[in-house]
Each structure stands twice: as structure tokens, then as C-alpha cells.
């Protein structure tokens, strides 16, 4: 009786380990957080993210307008999110080179308004490609992306290992116990 309730105690104990790393369940509601900023050239980037730091896990319509010197604007233009992430807005090149008062709004129930100033500048073109070889003399190929992105499936992996010793060990003291 006494291990069935320090095999609980430790089921329970990892489950409360892994919850907050799975990342939050509930509902975000209110006003959001918009970063807004040129990309470079003519275009605008937008990461959205709820009030309280957590990445935008619903889809969210954002609206941009800008306004340039000498009474030029663009227009309202919906954005949808790009493909580079959670939160993640961009517009492409819509902009004429010059300075700019971009401002982007998001729509109720995440009511939510910036205005930013923003240069745009002509693109530049890309740079020259570096060659295979050298980037396998420089250390290898480049990583897929962070380590720390799948630390929560790792402790996924010791919980269920630790929940499996633990009944194994069950099991055998048990039949030991009945010799």
C-alpha cells in the first residue's frame, strides 16, 4: 500500500512537472501586443502576442494602414499570418521608399492599436551563397533550430520512463513477495 502511494506520489508530482511545459490551455482574451517594424526594404513585419508575454495561438486579422510625407497612404490591408510562426505577420513590399506612419490595428475581442514610424529603403540584393564545403569547414551544417524546443518532449520521455520503473518494479516486488 504504502509504494502504490509513492508510485502515485510520483506520477503526480511529474504530471504537475510537465503540465506548465505543455504550454497554457486556457483562453487569452483582451488586448494584444504588436511589435511593428520595417523588414529591411518596402515591407512591414507584425508579431503579435497576447498581453501576458504567450505566443498568438488562434488566428487573429490584423488591419495596416499607412501614411506617408506628402499625403500618400496604403492602405487598409488585411494581413494574415505568415508562415514564419506562431504570431507572425508580414506584408511584403507595399511600401514606396521614404519615411512612413504605419499603424495596425487587430480586431475585437483582442482590441488592439500601434502606430509606428517606419524608413523604407529599396531592397538589397541577396547575398552571395555560401558554398557547401565551407560551411562543413566551418563546423558542419547549421542546426535545425533551438535545443531548448524539445526539452518538454524529453521530459516527456523520463516521465513515462520513470512511470514505467516504478510499475515494473511494482510487479516484481509483488511476486517476490508472494514466494
Known sequence: ???????????????????????????????????????????????????????????????????AEGGRTVGPVRLDPAGEGQGFYTTGPILAPGSWRVTVRAPAPHTSKVTVEVRARTAQPPPAQVAPVAAAKRGGPAQDGPPWRWWPAGIGVLAVLAIVTTAMLTIRRRRESLR
Do not use: C, F, Y
Open 1 to 67: 500500500m504504502r509504494r502504490t502511494r509513492g508510485a502515485a506520489a510520483v506520477l503526480v508530482g511529474l504530471s504537475l512537472a510537465i503540465l506548465p511545459a505543455t504550454g497554457p490551455a486556457w483562453a487569452h482574451n483582451g488586448k494584444l501586443k504588436l511589435e511593428v517594424a520595417g523588414d529591411g526594404a518596402t515591407g512591414i513585419t507584425v508579431q503579435a502576442r497576447h498581453a501576458d508575454g504567450h505566443r498568438l495561438d488562434t488566428l487573429v486579422r490584423l488591419v495596416l494602414t499607412a501614411t
